[in-house]
Each structure stands twice: as structure tokens, then as C-alpha cells.
């Protein structure tokens, strides 16, 4: 059996959205704020033999803040690939932003820890 092994590292943001193709009156129409958590886990097996990590968590980190920064205190509509900004978009949001730098990437959850909602893609 070889172990496969999965790392996981959140970080969190705020940020504020709108559904314009909802109906007149919708709660979700207006413009409103979540604060939400992005969660990236990478898949590897092999381990580093200099440190005995699948990748470092650190590095991880450090990618995942730099995205999530990116959404940080902003309005989702205005970006690229957010203009129906729910959950599924921000998960395949952050997923092709941390790929081309993390190929091991396997899954992105992001949340709204406050309010109990919760989206995973698996890739
Ligand atoms: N599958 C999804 N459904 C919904 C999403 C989503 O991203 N994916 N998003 C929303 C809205 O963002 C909405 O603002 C979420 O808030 P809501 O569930 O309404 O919770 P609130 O606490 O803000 O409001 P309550 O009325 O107290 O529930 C909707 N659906
Ligand atoms: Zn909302």
C-alpha cells in the first residue's frame, strides 16, 4: 500500500456581493458582506526526504493569502469569473488561481463559518 497523504491550510477574508440576476426584493439582490474562510488541501506521496513533508505549509500559506487578499475587503462582482459570485465560483475561483503553482492541488472549500455554509470542489 502506498500512502497518499493530503495537507491542508485556510485562511480567511471579508468581503461583500450581490446576485443582480436575482428578482426584485431578493435579500440575496442587494449589496451585502460575508466573511468567509478558503480552505486548499494538496494531494502528494512522495515526501520531501530533507524535511518529511508532501509540500510545505508554509509555502501553502503564503499562495492562499496572497489569493484571498486579492478578494480581501472588495466587491466579488468586479473580478474575473466572480460576476455571479457564490460559493462554487469563489471554490473554482481560488482553484485556477492556486493550480498552475500547486498541480497537486485536490480540493477547495470555501465558507461562511458565521452563517454555516459551506462549498467543496474536488479536482
Ligand atoms: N448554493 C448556494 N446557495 C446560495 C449561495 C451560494 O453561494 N451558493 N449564496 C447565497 C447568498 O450569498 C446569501 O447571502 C447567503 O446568505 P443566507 O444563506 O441568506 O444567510 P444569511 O444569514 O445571510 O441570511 P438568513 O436569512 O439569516 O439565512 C444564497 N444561496
Ligand atoms: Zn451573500
Known amino acids: 500500500m502506498t500512502p497518499r ?21 431578493s435579500p440575496y439582490r442587494g449589496l451585502h458582506g460575508h466573511s468567509f ?20 505549509l508554509g509555502a501553502l500559506e ?30 473554482l475561483w481560488f482553484a485556477r488561481r492556486l493550480r498552475p503553482e500547486w498541480p497537486g492541488l485536490c480540493r477547495v472549500a470555501v465558507s461562511r463559518p458565521t452563517i454555516h455554509e459551506r462549498c467543496v470542489v474536488d479536482l
Open 62 to 91: 503564503a499562495a492562499l493569502k496572497a489569493a484571498a487578499a486579492e478578494l480581501d475587503h472588495g466587491l466579488l462582482n468586479e473580478k474575473p469569473g466572480l460576476e455571479l459570485p457564490s460559493l462554487e465560483h469563489l471554490c
Open 37 to 56: 474562510m478558503v480552505e486548499a488541501t494538496v494531494r502528494g506521496e512522495a515526501l520531501d526526504e530533507a524535511h518529511g513533508w508532501v509540500a510545505d
Open 5 to 25: 497523504f493530503e495537507i491542508t491550510k485556510a485562511a480567511t477574508f471579508d468581503a461583500a456581493h450581490h446576485f443582480p440576476t436575482e428578482p426584485e426584493g
